[in-house]
């Protein structure tokens, strides 16, 4: 059976941060739990072992020094691995003043520097609330500041440059496919805000921008180098239907991409 330890905390009214509840679990193979929602955050920090956690946004493999974030009201699923079950901490709590932006625009984040808040959470020498004094809510209080703090740190820039390589890594391999701006950000677990603003700091323009832009520039290749028609050139850049890639291609480059072929064409045959 799962190794378990759950406090649920007293309901106190400690404003601006309630802690609701905290645990700890060493996993059983391909224990899950889901999908369920709460009505509160709960971060899991995973302390040893590997599993899974979906959302969503999709679902994001994770082992040792990783949290998972649960935000209220979202669906969610997880599950341990079944050769290496994960052993976690959970801390579940509400907030009536923003919590760090990265809770907000991730699903998962590897935190090393949160474990000993976490581990603390279990530690010998924190206090019991069996006398109704709310002493260990207090206590968890003050930890779930500090978790506050240490990921309120702002990201260095291998991190951000990490995801701008890993959004153009998306678009340069999935353009073809009707691809949107929204999914980049999913697929990397991001707020799209977020990632806006870390594409258009290191590329000059937001990734719906470079997106549109790429798609165009592969376009005209097709339509000159290639010698694709404009329905083979539509379907090959990732656009529903002709009539949307031509209106899009005028707008870019001025012209018709049939129009864009033939003076392309013209110049050539100028310079031959």
């Known amino acids: 059976m799962n190794d378990m330890v759950n406090r649920t905390v007293l309901q106190s009214s400690l404003i601006p941060i309630t802690p609701v509840i905290c645990g700890y679990q060493k996993c059983m193979p391909s224990h899950a739990y889901?999908?369920?929602?709460?009505d509160y955050w709960l971060l899991h920090f995973v302390v040893s072992g590997c599993g899974v956690f979906s959302t969503k946004r999709g679902t994001c493999?994770?082992?040792?020094?990783?949290?998972?974030?649960i935000k209220?009201?979202?669906i969610t699923y997880y599950e341990a691995d079944a050769e290496n079950?994960?052993?976690?901490?959970?801390?579940?709590?509400?907030?009536?003043?923003?919590v760090p932006e990265i809770l907000r625009r991730s699903d998962?984040?590897?935190?090393?520097?949160?474990?000993?808040?976490?581990?603390?959470?279990?530690?010998?020498?924190?206090?019991?609330?069996?006398?109704?004094?709310?002493?260990?809510e207090y206590y968890l209080t003050g930890i779930i500041w500090q978790i506050f703090g240490l990921l309120t740190e702002k990201p260095d820039s291998a991190e951000q440059n990490k995801y701008v390589e890993q959004a153009l890594a998306i678009i340069n391999t999935e353009y073809q496919n009707g691809l949107s701006a929204g999914e980049i950000a999913d697929k990397l677990h991001l707020n799209r805000s977020y990632l806006s603003g870390l594409f258009k700091a290191v590329t000059g323009k937001?990734?719906?921008k470079f997106l549109a832009d790429f798609r165009m520039?592969?376009?005209?290749?097709?339509?000159i180098f290639h010698n694709c028609n404009v329905t083979v050139t539509a379907n090959s850049v990732g656009y529903p239907d002709v009539f949307s890639f031509s209106r899009a291609f005028r707008n870019y480059y001025g012209c018709s991409p049939s129009e864009y072929s033939r003076k392309y064409s013209e110049r050539k045959s100028?310079?031959?």
């Open 34 to 38: 889901g999908p369920a929602v709460r």
């Open 61 to 69: 493999r994770l082992s040792c020094d990783d949290i998972f974030i």
């Open 108 to 136: 998962c984040i590897k935190n090393s520097n949160c474990g000993k808040q976490f581990h603390d959470a279990f530690s010998e020498n924190r206090p019991d609330s069996s006398n109704g004094l709310y002493g260990y």
């Open 206 to 208: 937001s990734p719906g």
């Open 217 to 223: 520039k592969r376009a005209a290749e097709l339509l």
């Open 85 to 98: 079950p994960w052993e976690y901490i959970w801390i579940g709590f509400r907030s009536e003043i923003p």
């Open 270 to 272: 100028d310079q031959g």
């Open 72 to 74: 209220p009201y979202e």
